[in-house]
């Protein structure tokens, strides 16, 4: 006891010692400086990382390069800039603001790519700054507390050594730190000037673009009595043009190499892919049918350059969304051969003359489309165009070409577009007499820019279902057993949807040519902005629409995986019975639900509203609508305690027939007679059902005759036995069992009984017929009935 009251007390001194030291009670933070014993360790550090910061923060080429020449650079935008044609937006035409736009887009983009660079050095930089600004503090108080202990002169020399050393350094990244800021301070200040002038641009373009209906050239007649005709400087501003746009390209090429990894890729893949199912073709191992080699829809891979052209145009598009249009001329113009080679694979020859004809008008105008300052050419070219698409429309309708390229249903729309086409160029040309040339070449360009896409995205859409098709009619497609069931069902939605997408891009491509697209635009915008109030819930356009793609995407997620889980899943794995459809129904019921809540959300219903909703439908539901309730529920309590289950033979009140399918509300029971019965679910809770199958499948039949007294007993059921054991389709397990059933007065009546699994009807037919031909081969007589005639005396 004595001692805990000791160590109590020590403890309490201890305690109250604490209290009163504040040194003890709060430690004392680290020092600002370092300890002159670690100097000369610390210091040896400092400098090896001084050295490190000096190559760390030493300009390189790259970057002293991009600064000497940021500055003529920005000189020249300006110049450009400065030109009349920049000042005057409003007098130029379609084809100089597309070419500015795509010049200042170049300029632009350079400027924003030397900007990211000086970026990144900047924040080099600030960390390297930070770093020396802290370290510089630290090495001033280390100096000055070792002057105050009286250091020895070689550790206050080190201090003050380290110390030069670090302020060197800040002074000269102070200095280049300063010279980035002023480079991208300037690059900042270009690029915003230019993203301004390429919006004047597009802005003027789009109003330029327009401004079809007047007068903006002299009429042909006065051109032709005042210009003289040169051809040669036609084609000499066609050349220079041409030579300019392909370096237009290049320089875009050179300028977004970010690009260029995803396409070089793709376009490796792609090539793998096109040269591979050529070399099946000509190996003749494309297919697993030798009949599908006649299909001439497979035939454009026989042409593997051809089609790894057009699917190559196609990567570009999606590698380079903001490509400027002069790239485009330039991969279009090369695709007309590769369009030609792909179509004659699949077009009748006599009609393969009718690819030709508008390929070629459409390399004259993307050639017209490159002159510059020769009016009188130019419009003597657009009158040529326009009056060969005439005639060449003309001999389509004429001969009928589009009854053997075109399905049935294209066939009619297609000869109004023609009709319309024709009757449009006739304007243009008007139009291009009276100098109203905008105009003019607005429907050249529409109708051209029409027909040579529609020919591209029909080519696309012949080699993107062709190959579609190859691949799920090779073998491998086969070990899939979805793909199997469901290939000429995957193969038609496939291509319809490639068909649609073509379609719809075709469209739009279109519209944009037509300049009706910010139209339709604002159009979308207007209507989906229109909204009424409901209550307190705001209901638009575009949230209706939103519902609705909710709904029809509940109903489609709902429907596949039914279909995958059905065909994939449970055709491979054995499930107990009854589990597939209790999976399928609890799936469906889960997403149906959840597809609904979610569809309703969008709507902006709440919580609180849908509980209010649901608590007015259980009081409706409680009055009105008991039995559906009832037979709903009875459907939930078939699908987890599996009574019944789809194929299952059962009998219920006087209906006997098998089980087709397990609905909501009701299930449908198919009779022998070929009648279908619609049953509510309640019923099968009820009422007693028998079900045939609930365990197993097999039926026991029952075979019955009579024979005479006087035939042998034994023989006869030998012969019962053996004829039941013969039958293929008769069980051995368990085996058949053949009886004397009773004595008749003239008659011994007998019984077979034996199990069968399929085919239930004919085997019990079969073991009949063989009984009776047996019972007559072995000479067994069949009972006559015997009368006793009594003589009246």
């Given at each position: 006891?004595?001692?805990?009251?000791?160590?109590?007390?020590?403890?309490?001194?201890?305690?109250?010692?604490?209290?009163n030291?504040?040194?003890?009670?709060?430690?004392?933070?680290?020092?600002?400086?370092?300890?002159?014993s670690?100097?000369?360790t610390?210091?040896?550090?400092?400098?090896?990382?001084?050295?490190?910061?000096?190559?760390?923060?030493?300009?390189?080429?790259?970057l002293v390069?991009?600064?000497?020449?940021?500055?003529?650079?920005?000189?020249?935008?300006?110049?450009?800039?400065?030109e009349?044609?920049?000042?005057?937006?409003d007098s130029?035409?379609?084809?100089?603001?597309q070419?500015?736009?795509?010049?200042v887009?170049?300029?632009?983009?350079?400027?924003?790519?030397?900007?990211?660079?000086?970026?990144?050095?900047?924040?080099?930089?600030?960390k390297?700054?930070?770093?020396?600004?802290?370290?510089?503090?630290?090495?001033?108080?280390?100096?000055?507390?070792?002057?105050?202990e009286?250091?020895?002169?070689?550790?206050?020399?080190?201090s003050?050594f380290?110390?030069?050393?670090?302020?060197?350094?800040h002074?000269?990244?102070?200095?280049?730190?300063?010279?980035?800021?002023?480079?991208?301070?300037l690059?900042?200040?270009?690029?915003l000037?230019l993203?301004?002038?390429q919006?004047?641009l597009?802005?003027?373009?789009?109003?330029?673009?327009?401004?079809?209906?007047?007068?903006?050239?002299?009429?042909?007649?006065?051109?032709?009595?005042?210009?003289?005709?040169?051809?040669?400087?036609?084609?000499?501003?066609?050349?220079?043009?041409?030579?300019?746009?392909?370096?237009?390209?290049?320089?875009?090429?050179?300028?977004?190499?970010?690009?260029?990894?995803?396409?070089?890729?793709?376009?490796?893949?792609?090539?793998?892919?096109?040269?591979?199912?050529?070399?099946?073709?000509?190996?003749?191992?494309l297919?697993?049918?030798?009949?599908?080699?006649?299909?001439?829809?497979?035939?454009?891979?026989?042409?593997?350059?051809?089609?790894?052209?057009?699917l190559?145009?196609?990567?570009v598009?999606?590698?380079?969304?903001?490509?400027?249009?002069?790239?485009?001329?330039?991969?279009?113009?090369?695709s007309?051969?590769?369009?030609?080679?792909v179509?004659?694979?699949?077009?009748?020859?006599?009609?393969?003359?009718?690819?030709?004809?508008?390929?070629?008008?459409?390399?004259?105008?993307?050639?017209?489309?490159?002159?510059?300052?020769?009016?009188?050419?130019?419009?003597?070219?657009?009158?040529?165009?326009?009056?060969?698409?005439?005639?060449?429309?003309?001999?389509?309708?004429r001969?009928?070409?589009?009854?053997?390229?075109?399905?049935?249903?294209?066939?009619k729309?297609?000869?109004?577009?023609?009709?319309?086409?024709?009757?449009?160029?006739?304007?243009?040309?008007?139009?291009?007499?009276?100098?109203?040339?905008l105009?003019?070449?607005?429907?050249?360009?529409?109708?051209?820019?029409?027909?040579?896409?529609?020919?591209i995205f029909?080519?696309?859409?012949?080699?993107l279902?062709?190959?579609?098709?190859?691949?799920?009619?090779?073998?491998?497609?086969?070990?899939?057993?979805?793909?199997?069931?469901?290939?000429?069902?995957?193969?038609?939605?496939t291509?319809?949807?490639i068909?649609?997408w073509?379609?719809?891009?075709?469209?739009?491509?279109?519209v944009?040519?037509?300049?009706?697209?910010?139209?339709?635009?604002?159009g979308?915008?207007?209507?989906?902005s229109?909204?009424?109030?409901?209550?307190e819930?705001?209901?638009?356009?575009?949230?209706?629409?939103?519902?609705?793609?909710?709904?029809?995407?509940?109903?489609?997620?709902?429907?596949?995986?039914?279909?995958?889980?059905?065909?994939?899943?449970f055709?491979?794995?054995?499930?107990?019975?009854?589990?597939?459809?209790?999976?399928l129904?609890?799936?469906?019921?889960?997403?149906?639900?959840?597809?609904t809540?979610?569809?309703?959300?969008?709507l902006?219903?709440?919580?609180?509203?849908f509980?209010?909703?649901?608590?007015?439908l259980?009081v409706?539901i409680?009055?009105?609508?008991?039995?559906i309730?009832?037979?709903?529920?009875?459907?939930?309590?078939?699908?987890f305690?599996?009574?019944?289950?789809?194929?299952?033979?059962?009998?219920?009140?006087?209906?006997?027939?098998?089980?087709?399918?397990?609905?909501?509300?009701?299930?449908?029971?198919?009779?022998?007679?070929?009648?279908?019965?619609?049953i509510?679910?309640?019923?099968?809770?009820?009422k007693?059902i028998v079900?045939?199958?609930?365990?197993?499948?097999?039926?026991?039949?029952?075979?019955?005759?009579?024979?005479?007294?006087?035939?042998?007993?034994?023989?006869?059921?030998?012969?019962?036995?053996?004829?039941?054991?013969?039958?293929?389709?008769?069980?051995?397990?368990?085996?058949?069992l053949?009886?004397?059933?009773?004595?008749?007065?003239?008659?011994?009546?007998?019984?077979?009984?034996f199990?069968?699994?399929?085919?239930?009807?004919?085997?019990?037919?079969?073991?009949?017929?063989?009984?009776?031909?047996?019972l007559?081969?072995a000479?067994?007589?069949?009972?006559?009935?015997?009368t006793?005639v009594k003589?009246?005396?």
């Amino acid at each position: 006891m004595k001692s805990i009251l000791i160590f109590i007390l020590l403890s309490l001194s201890t305690l109250y010692a604490q209290t009163n030291n504040p040194e003890i009670l709060s430690p004392k933070e680290d020092p600002a400086y370092i300890k002159v014993s670690e100097i000369t360790t610390q210091s040896i550090g400092i400098l090896s990382e001084i050295k490190e910061l000096t190559i760390l923060t030493d300009e390189k080429e790259s970057l002293v390069n991009l600064q000497k020449e940021l500055l003529p650079y920005c000189d020249s935008i300006a110049i450009m800039t400065s030109e009349e044609k920049y000042k005057k937006l409003d007098s130029q035409n379609i084809r100089n603001l597309q070419k500015m736009h795509a010049e200042v887009s170049l300029y632009t983009k350079q400027l924003e790519e030397w900007d990211d660079e000086i970026s990144e050095h900047i924040g080099l930089y600030d960390k390297s700054l930070e770093s020396l600004k802290t370290e510089t503090k630290l090495w001033e108080e280390t100096k000055n507390n070792a002057i105050k202990e009286d250091a020895p002169s070689a550790l206050v020399e080190r201090s003050t050594f380290v110390l030069d050393s670090l302020n060197t350094l800040h002074k000269n990244a102070k200095i280049k730190y300063d010279k980035l800021l002023t480079s991208s301070q300037l690059a900042v200040t270009k690029i915003l000037f230019l993203k301004e002038l390429q919006k004047e641009l597009k802005s003027t373009e789009n109003l330029v673009t327009n401004r079809v209906f007047y007068q903006n050239q002299a009429p042909l007649l006065e051109v032709l009595s005042e210009d003289s005709f040169a051809p040669l400087g036609y084609l000499g501003s066609i050349k220079k043009s041409i030579v300019d746009k392909y370096s237009q390209s290049k320089d875009y090429v050179l300028t977004n190499s970010d690009h260029w990894l995803a396409y070089i890729v793709s376009s490796l893949l792609t090539l793998i892919f096109v040269f591979y199912y050529n070399y099946l073709y000509r190996k003749k191992r494309l297919f697993v049918s030798k009949n599908s080699l006649n299909r001439n829809i497979f035939f454009f891979i026989a042409k593997p350059f051809s089609t790894l052209f057009l699917l190559s145009l196609l990567l570009v598009v999606f590698n380079f969304p903001d490509r400027p249009p002069f790239l485009m001329e330039i991969l279009l113009s090369l695709s007309i051969v590769p369009i030609i080679r792909v179509l004659q694979t699949v077009i009748q020859k006599e009609y393969v003359k009718f690819i030709y004809a508008p390929l070629i008008i459409y390399l004259m105008f993307l050639l017209e489309k490159s002159s510059v300052g020769f009016e009188l050419e130019s419009r003597i070219v657009m009158l040529m165009i326009s009056t060969g698409l005439i005639v060449y429309l003309v001999d389509v309708i004429r001969k009928k070409v589009l009854f053997y390229v075109s399905s049935a249903k294209f066939i009619k729309y297609g000869h109004l577009l023609l009709y319309l086409a024709v009757g449009v160029l006739f304007i243009a040309i008007v139009a291009n007499f009276y100098g109203t040339m905008l105009l003019s070449t607005r429907i050249v360009k529409g109708v051209m820019g029409t027909i040579y896409s529609a020919m591209i995205f029909y080519t696309l859409y012949v080699i993107l279902t062709g190959y579609i098709v190859v691949m799920l009619r090779r073998r491998i497609a086969t070990a899939s057993y979805m793909l199997e069931k469901y290939s000429q069902n995957i193969e038609k939605t496939t291509r319809f949807l490639i068909k649609s997408w073509m379609l719809l891009w075709w469209l739009l491509l279109v519209v944009k040519m037509l300049s009706i697209y910010p139209f339709l635009v604002d159009g979308a915008e207007y209507v989906m902005s229109l909204s009424w109030q409901v209550s307190e819930t705001n209901i638009s356009v575009s949230i209706i629409l939103d519902f609705i793609f909710i709904v029809v995407g509940t109903w489609v997620l709902a429907r596949l995986v039914r279909t995958v889980l059905e065909v994939e899943v449970f055709a491979r794995f054995k499930l107990p019975r009854g589990a597939p459809t209790a999976i399928l129904t609890t799936l469906n019921y889960v997403i149906i639900i959840t597809g609904t809540i979610v569809a309703f959300s969008s709507l902006g219903v709440s919580p609180q509203q849908f509980a209010l909703i649901f608590g007015a439908l259980g009081v409706g539901i409680g009055f009105g609508l008991r039995n559906i309730i009832a037979n709903f529920i009875s459907g939930i309590i078939m699908v987890f305690e599996r009574p019944i289950q789809i194929g299952d033979t059962i009998e219920v009140d006087k209906t006997m027939g098998k089980v087709q399918s397990i609905g909501a509300r009701s299930s449908t029971v198919k009779t022998f007679d070929g009648s279908e019965v619609i049953i509510p679910n309640a019923d099968f809770i009820a009422k007693e059902i028998v079900n045939w199958t609930l365990s197993d499948e097999y039926r026991r039949k029952i075979v019955e005759f009579k024979v005479d007294l006087d035939n042998d007993i034994e023989v006869i059921l030998t012969l019962m036995k053996e004829v039941a054991i013969a039958h293929p389709d008769v069980l051995k397990d368990p085996e058949p069992l053949a009886t004397l059933k009773n004595f008749g007065e003239y008659y011994l009546e007998f019984k077979l009984y034996f199990w069968l699994h399929d085919n239930l009807i004919v085997a019990h037919s079969d073991v009949n017929i063989a009984i009776y031909k047996a019972l007559k081969e072995a000479n067994i007589k069949m009972p006559v009935p015997r009368t006793d005639v009594k003589q009246l005396s």
